[in-house]
């Protein structure tokens, strides 16, 4: 069994971070990284046992040690309803993107088949609601999006763009190289 004590300094070194971030980038990491985890549950259906017991085997249960810490740490994102009870810190962060890449990498033949069938329909010029897969993982994604998000000003092709660009970052997540692949992307992306 992985040891569950001190995990920030493994944490710290496999996801190097050289300045730390200003309130405004650690919001756009929060928020991200929120929408990441929201793509992986409405594709995998995933849920908090899933990420608490992602959590337990990568050794991060000081971070994430129940469904509430959990759930605080997932309403740090400015996105939110009702956000901002927690503050996220960037070891905090940094576990959940461990965590997100360990959930992707055991859904990555789901996510893989996904994108496929995305390539496909595009190729072929039609919508991805069409199939049952995409068009089920559409839905989801628009519906917690919309229960979940404080952003009345959405429109359904926005949510449809951004749902299906997450499918493919997963992709990416899912690698053996996908901590660092999403680590550099949430940082380049809250500069």
């Known amino acids: 069994m992985p040891p569950t004590t001190k995990p920030r300094a493994s ?8 300045n730390q971030p200003d309130p405004a980038q650690l919001d756009s990491i929060k928020a991200q990284l929120d929408l990441v985890l929201l793509a992986l549950e409405a594709l995998a259906g995933i849920g ?7 959590a337990e085997t990568l050794g991060l249960t000081e ?27 960037v070891d905090e962060a940094r576990s959940l993107v461990l965590i997100i890449c360990h959930l992707a ?7 893989r088949r996904a994108v496929t069938l995305l390539e ?4 072929q010029g039609r919508e991805p609601h069409q199939t049952a897969l995409l068009g089920d993982y559409l839905d989801t994604f628009h519906n917690t999006y919309q229960e979940r998000m404080d952003d009345d000003a959405v ?12 499918l493919i970052d997963l992709l990416f997540y ?4 996908g901590p660092r692949r999403l680590w550099l992307a949430l940082i ?3 500069k």
Not at 155 to 166: I, R
Not at 174 to 177: A, D, E, F, I, Q
């Open 48 to 54: 908090s046992d899933a990420m608490l017991q992602a």
């Open 188 to 190: 380049d992306r809250a």
């Open 105 to 111: 990498q055991q859904h990555q033949e789901l996510i």
């Open 155 to 166: 429109t359904p092709d926005h949510l449809t763009y951004l749902a299906l660009k997450l």
């Open 120 to 123: 496909q329909l595009t190729e």
């Open 11 to 18: 944490v710290q070194d496999a996801l190097p971070l050289a």
């Open 63 to 89: 971070v994430v040690a129940d469904r509430v810490a959990l759930w605080r740490l997932r309403q740090s994102s400015p996105l939110r309803k009702g956000q901002g009870r927690k503050r996220m810190d």
């Open 174 to 177: 899912s690698t053996p190289h």
